[in-house]
């Protein structure tokens, strides 16, 4: 009969399993905070990304703004011009200068808002990345200006304006419109024929109804201006903001 002999091992103190337990509790740790801050740092990054492109975007917004807000002075002076003319009694109106300002009415212009980032933001679940709470406010706040209260008003002003031009036709032969609205062309096409220049005949009713249309056209786009000028400082305001705060030119 074999005997065998038995071979007996330590047993591992306690201290060596906590050991083991503290050194994969560490490990576990150390992984997770090193995960933690590699999706921070990709998140900082894409946070920064996002405010050059909206850096961007706000800055085409103050070009566009800038020539929209011109562009209706221009537009106002043009109505004064209209209004005045039809103020006086048909024998002393200046026909070609009413014409040419009349035709000018026939253009129109509205803000295009570049909101490509802001609509990744929002859209995107990314606005979260904003860390910093003044950029973030002030961007909510310009996005809302132009949502609600620009959109609006340029909602009700492309209405006017096309009533006003198809009550414009009632009352103007829109023979010249079509031309480049310089006086050079006009007159050359006036000596020429001088008769599409002319306000229709027995339409006295259509002129009021035009002189008060134009009247309320340009009280709503002097307000839509002053939205234009409120717009321009909140966007000076957000530049100034984004280059501070995220170190951008």
């Known amino acids: 009969m074999e005997v065998h002999a038995h071979t007996h091992t330590a047993r591992k103190k306690w201290t060596h399993y906590l050991w083991e337990f503290f050194m994969l509790f560490l490990a576990v740790t150390l992984g997770f905070f090193v995960e933690n801050q590699r999706e921070h740092l990709v998140e900082h990054r894409r946070e920064k990304q996002f405010m050059k492109t909206l850096l961007e975007d706000i800055q085409n917004d103050i070009v566009d703004l800038k020539n929209d807000t011109a562009f209706w002075e221009l537009q106002f002076r043009r109505i004064d011009t209209i209004q005045k003319e039809i103020r006086k009694p048909d024998g002393q109106r200046d026909q070609l200068l009413l014409y040419i300002n009349s035709g000018y009415m026939r253009w129109y212009e509205k803000f295009t808002y570049h909101d490509r980032t802001i609509s990744q933001l929002k859209n995107g679940g990314n606005f979260r990345l904003i860390r910093n709470a003044a950029v973030a406010d002030s961007l909510i706040d310009y996005d809302a200006h132009i949502s609600t209260s620009l959109k609006d008003m340029e909602t009700i002003s492309n209405n006017l304006w096309q009533n006003l031009n198809y009550l414009q036709n009632k009352i103007f032969n829109t023979e010249y419109y079509s031309m480049p609205l310089q006086p050079f062309n006009i007159d050359s096409a006036v000596k020429i024929n001088r008769e599409p220049i002319q306000i229709k005949k027995g339409s006295d009713n259509e002129i009021f109804e035009y002189f008060n249309l134009l009247d ?33 030119n």
Do not use: C, D, S
């Open 216 to 248: 309320y056209f340009r009280g709503l786009n002097m307000a839509r201006n002053m939205e234009h000028y409120i717009l321009l400082r909140k966007a000076y305001n957000l530049v100034t903001l984004l280059k501070k705060e995220y170190h951008l």
